[in-house]
């Protein structure tokens, strides 16, 4: 019913910048909060960024100030920014959202993406 595709992971060498892109499609009433959450080996999946419907952001302490996130909520697109990477930044990306579907209005549930590799190394 509901599909979050990943994009925009790579390879980049420390001090660098990538841009991650997440779009949801489907059967989507509203998208509530979109964010971002990433996992390294051996490591739980740790939150990245959120961002509100009304536009209000929150980052992990370790990301504030080099990440910024965005969203275009008419094509229910999520951004994420990440610039002066660092190696320890080197996780699989995933995309969030926590929305409600044409079908059940009153009920929110939440849908992840596959995720998207991202490699920060010299």
């Known amino acids: 019913q509901v599909q979050l595709v990943e994009s925009g992971g790579g390879l980049v060498q420390p001090g660098g910048s990538l841009r991650l892109s997440c779009a949801a499609s489907?059967?989507?009433?509203?998208?509530?909060?979109m964010g971002w959450y990433r996992q390294a080996p051996g490591k739980q999946r740790e939150l990245v960024a959120t961002i509100t419907n009304g536009n209000s952001t929150n980052f992990a302490d370790s990301v504030k100030g080099r990440f910024t996130i965005s969203r275009d909520s008419a094509k229910n697109m999520v951004y994420l920014q990440m610039n002066s990477l660092k190696p320890e930044d080197t996780a699989v990306y995933y995309c969030?959202?926590?929305?409600?579907?044409?079908?059940?209005?009153?009920?929110?549930?939440?849908?992840w993406g596959q995720g998207t590799q991202v490699t920060v190394s010299s």
């Open positions: 969030n959202a926590d929305l409600a579907l044409l079908t059940r209005i009153s009920a929110r549930r939440i849908y």
């Open positions: 489907g059967n989507i009433f509203s998208i509530y909060v």
